[in-house]
């Protein structure tokens, strides 16, 4: 029998976006083809590029659906490729909803026509991904169909993130998140300043890369703690567990989330998280029982945290416990894309059906 063939719309190199076309291959043997924008997005004149190639986006699209002749769309972001999704003519159509709202920034002078994209991208989809339960907050708010809402993470692969137990006697901590300005990157070495200047021990790994590697660089040096920050750069995914089980603090302090699997891999991995006290790590982390919830750029609060959580050993300890149990019961890549892509055969079938 022919493999059913998905279209994916969206940035294909992102972690995120190769965890679920991997997942649909695994577990539902479908066959993916890819289309994204071209233009990076890191500079105005790309932006106002980026803007003229997503007018011209529906023509190349439909040339690749009679190229690749797909059975169905899927697409991440509701306000960008989710709707380049909805106006391609292809069906049935599966949309996913990366951020709290996708509405970003909200400040933006596009903000209106989001909304307006948004609604009519929710108002054409058959099936909409909600990763957590804080996307559905602003879904309902709008009034979208919840009947056609899917709320459930994509997962992380327990055996590749598996539990180690770190037993050093001082912090270790580990910021895994994208270095742009909205995860605060800053707020976090200035807090480890504090640290540094009260005679405190860490080392404070920063994975990934960004337009802030180099200022993030130059502030270390200023702050005199580069002696105790290391900067890796960006590194495959398939490092990244041996750096969060080297590690026994995971930080996360972005100013907006919606669900954040590297929060998951962080608890799989037994790294206790201090992440900001935002809706995003609301719905996982409760303050000190699991985790601690800081304000965002509060970096007394954020150092003192720090403190709290690494002298008190016996709470970290049943925290990551608690933790990985957790992650296995509510974001096994294994059981929930194994959901998604029976989802999507039925989906299909319904539609086939209906058409015939």
């Not at 985790?291 to 970290?316: C, P, T």
Request: glycine content about 4%.
């Amino acid at each position: 029998m022919k493999k059913r063939k998905i279209l994916f719309l969206g940035e294909s190199y992102r972690a995120d976006a190769i965890t679920w076309m991997n997942g649909l291959r695994e577990f539902g043997d479908f066959e993916i083809c890819t289309w994204e924008l071209q233009t990076p997005n890191n500079s105005k004149l790309n932006r106002f590029k980026r803007i003229l190639e997503y007018g011209f986006a529906p023509v190349s699209i439909r040339k690749t659906i009679r190229k690749e002749k797909p059975d169905m769309i899927i697409a991440e972001r509701t306000t960008s490729y989710g709707f380049l999704a909805a106006i391609s003519g292809m069906h049935p159509i599966a949309i996913a909803q990366q951020g709290r709202t996708d509405l970003w920034p909200e400040d933006s002078v596009l903000y209106p026509f989001k909304k307006f994209i948004q609604k009519y991208a929710f108002k054409k989809a058959h099936l909409i991904h909600a990763w957590g339960p804080v996307m559905t907050i602003s879904m309902k708010e709008i009034g979208v169909d919840m009947k056609k809402v899917l709320v459930l993470p994509k997962g992380i692969d327990l055996s590749a993130f598996s539990p180690y137990i770190n037993n050093s006697n001082k912090i270790e901590a580990i910021v895994t998140r994208s270095l742009q300005p909205e995860y605060r990157h800053d707020s976090i070495l200035k807090a480890f300043a504090i640290l540094h200047q009260k005679g405190i021990d860490f080392s404070l790994t920063i994975v990934g890369n960004g337009t802030r590697l180099q200022s993030l660089k130059d502030l270390a040096q200023n702050l005199q703690i580069e002696n105790k920050v290391i900067f890796t750069g960006r590194i495959p995914n398939t490092e990244l567990p041996k750096f969060l089980q080297q590690s026994n603090i995971y930080i996360s302090m972005p100013i907006t989330e919606g669900v954040s699997a590297s929060l998951f891999e962080a608890m799989a991995c037994n790294c206790y998280p201090v992440v900001s006290d935002i809706p995003g790590n609301q719905s996982w982390i409760t303050h000190r029982k699991n985790g601690q919830l800081i304000e965002i750029d509060n970096i007394e609060k954020l150092a003192e945290e720090l403190v709290w959580a690494f002298e008190n050993q016996d709470s970290r300890n049943e925290a990551i416990l608690q933790n990985r149990k957790f992650v296995e019961e509510n974001a096994n890549y294994h059981i929930n894309m194994k959901i998604i892509s029976d989802q999507y055969h039925e989906l299909l079938n319904r539609y086939w059906n209906a058409k015939n």
